[in-house]
């Protein structure tokens, strides 16, 4: 079984930073891309920015320039280094990983249960 679990969400002023960190456990083989998600109150889940194996990041334009993916792939982590931070960016954030547990399965997509970004105004 694999595992992502979140840590690092808080309450912070406008202007503020914050970081993210995401640990994925369990039997795994590799970790292919990965990346965080958000949901806001009474909104879908967006993605927020992702980051391939080889470190190819991707991110919304809504955090471009304001927020840096990164992993670590001996952890078995990724992090994302939050600045600037808006009330808009209030949301719960979620860790996604393709995992390879098992060559016979293929990839798998995983979830973390989530960690809340409360920005204040």
């Known amino acids: 079984q694999v595992q992502l679990v979140e840590s690092g969400g808080g309450l912070v002023q406008a202007g503020g930073s914050l970081r993210l960190s995401c640990a994925a456990s369990g039997s795994i083989f590799t970790i292919n891309g990965m990346g965080w998600y958000r949901q806001a109150p009474g909104k879908q889940r967006e993605l927020v920015a992702t980051?391939?194996?080889?470190?190819?990041?991707n991110y919304a334009d809504s955090v471009k320039g304001r927020f840096t993916i990164s992993r670590d792939n001996a952890k078995k982590m990724v992090y994302l280094q939050m600045s600037s931070l808006k009330p808009e960016d209030t949301a719960v954030y979620y860790c996604?990983?393709?995992?390879?547990?098992?060559?016979?399965?293929?990839?798998?997509?995983?979830w973390g249960q989530g960690t809340q970004v409360i920005v204040s105004s």
């Open positions: 980051i391939t194996g080889s470190g190819r990041t």
């Open positions: 996604n990983a393709d995992v390879i547990a098992d060559l016979r399965l293929g990839v798998q997509g995983y």
